[in-house]
């Protein structure tokens, strides 16, 4: 079974900062998706970013970019410019490919940015 | 396009005591989850429906914790009796023809006391 370790409980940065967050993995599949998913306080749980693990590309989205290590299985983090509104709980989340795979999570990273 | 609906938003029981949570899937998707998430830790999936039939109940406590998706829309959690131990925020996601996007619902915070 999969594995997704989380070992930064919690984190701060200063606005306007980068900040990474690291997540390691465990699978002997070699397709696969992982995920990035923030949790604001209010409770719901948003992707930021995936990527295919066929895919030697890092995904980007805006100022949330990815560092995908598929021999070392590890898949941090990188938000640039950092906002107050970047503030919340981030989770690492792995799935198998295929069609509606169950999504593993690890046990979170606490992300305060501070003024 | 609507999100994934859940009720109640907070529930408090004592233990022994029976609860049903509810979950409307955004319109149109065959997939749908229902995950338990324990303060401080990851969510963790209870069970996974396609359309209405069961694809994953592994890890459903199934001497106290029954789902149904009747008509393959809307789905119902229950909990019955509740332990002390199943304080958690339940949280129901679908999926669509992209079965990898899963989509989260704002989740059901149960409180046991």
């Known amino acids: 079974a999969q594995t997704v370790t989380q070992s930064q409980p919690e984190m701060s940065v200063q606005e306007a900062e980068t900040v990474t967050l690291s997540c390691t993995y465990d699978?002997?599949?070699?397709?696969?998706?992982l995920f990035w998913y923030k949790q604001p306080p209010s409770r719901q749980m948003i992707l930021v970013i995936r990527?295919?693990?066929?895919?030697?590309q890092n995904a980007t989205e805006n100022r949330f970019s990815v560092n995908f290590q598929k021999a070392a299985k590890s898949f941090s983090l990188k938000i640039s410019d950092s906002q107050l509104g970047d503030t919340a709980m981030y989770f690492c989340?792995?799935?198998?490919?295929?069609?509606?795979?169950?999504?593993?999570f690890g046990t979170g990273t606490r992300l305060q940015v501070t003024l | 396009e609507a999100g994934v609906a859940q009720s109640p938003r907070y529930k408090i029981i004592e233990k022994r005591q029976s609860v049903a949570f509810w979950c409307n899937p955004i319109?149109?998707?065959?997939?749908l989850y229902w995950y338990q998430q324990i303060l401080g830790q990851g969510p963790k999936l209870l069970i996974q429906?396609?359309?209405?039939?069961?694809?994953?109940d592994s890890q459903l406590p199934k001497d106290r914790f029954s789902a149904e998706r009747l008509k393959g829309v809307d789905s119902t959690l229950k909990i019955q009796p509740a332990k002390l131990e199943d304080s958690a925020v339940y949280l129901c996601?679908?999926?669509?023809?992209?079965?990898?996007?899963?989509?989260f619902g704002p989740g059901t915070r149960l409180t046991v006391t």
């Open positions: 699978t002997s599949e070699s397709n696969y998706y």
């Open positions: 429906f396609q359309n209405n039939g069961v694809v994953d």
């Open positions: 989340a792995f799935s198998y490919t295929g069609t509606a795979s169950k999504l593993t």
């Open positions: 990527q295919e693990a066929y895919k030697q």
């Open positions: 319109s149109g998707h065959a997939t």
């Open positions: 996601a679908s999926s669509g023809r992209l079965g990898y996007e899963q989509y």
